[in-house]
């Protein structure tokens, strides 16, 4: 078991630009969340996945966000025309559930993203 | 509405010190789950304890306690006897009901252990 995997871990990029972060869940889960992260703040939920399916995303995920997980195995979170305000860790995590039962989610080291 | 407090932001303790964590949570839901977890300067979120709403026990591991209330919604987290390696970010966080299994994170208590 490797855990959670995301990657890049770090990515500097200019305005404008767009970025995608790879995360690789744990093998025998089957729920995936992202989350982002801002200097002296608890993380945020953004979205979640169960399998592949996207049941909800944030208010804070903007058009300019999409994210996927195809065929419930990795997830890839897409920032489009990236803007400063974009700045923050971007953390994936992974669990085991069935219905309203709640594992414990294991979160990945996160991939840092610093918009010029 | 859902949301977790942590009111303490810094708490600065001398090796060896007990120290105590507050949270404070919010949700109109009977049944949801309690977490905490611990960041260290790594950045990996580690998982620490989960509790749901219907197990009121405190629980201990180790140097670390818990101490659930839900007359005063509250999730205190206690290390005895601190260490430097204590040396973290604690985040209490919340699942509630029907949340799709979403954690509600506070803002977290930065927590410093001196030699």
């Known amino acids: 078991d490797t855990g959670v995997s995301q990657n890049p871990r770090h990515k500097i990029t200019k305005r404008g630009q767009n970025v995608t972060f790879r995360c690789d869940p744990i093998?025998?889960?089957?729920?995936l969340y992202w989350y982002r992260q801002t200097l002296g703040q608890g993380p945020e939920f953004l979205t979640y996945f169960q399998n592949e399916a996207q049941l909800e995303k944030s208010r804070l995920l903007s058009d300019r966000f999409s994210a996927e997980r195809p065929k419930g195995s990795f997830s890839t979170l897409e920032i489009q025309r990236t803007e400063q305000g974009d700045s923050a860790m971007y953390l994936c995590?992974?669990?085991f559930g069935q219905g309203e039962n709640t594992g414990e989610l294991f979160f990945g080291e996160g991939s840092r993203l610093t918009v010029l | 509405a859902q949301k977790v407090t942590q009111a303490q932001t810094e708490i600065s303790v001398v090796e060896k010190e007990d120290v105590t964590l507050d949270c404070v949570y919010e949700t109109r839901d009977t049944t949801y789950y309690l977490f905490w977890y611990k960041q260290p300067p790594s950045g990996e979120l580690v998982f620490l304890i989960r509790?749901?709403?219907?197990?009121?026990q405190n629980e201990i591991s180790g140097r670390y306690s818990w101490n659930f209330q839900k007359s005063t919604s509250s999730f205190n987290f206690t290390i005895t006897a601190s260490q430097v390696v204590d040396s973290a970010v604690y985040f209490c966080a919340l699942i509630f009901s029907g949340g799709y299994n979403k954690l509600i994170f506070g803002a977290g208590t930065r927590l410093a252990v001196h030699p």
């Open positions: 509790r749901n709403s219907f197990d009121e």
């Open positions: 093998s025998e889960h089957n729920r």
């Open positions: 995590a992974s669990s």
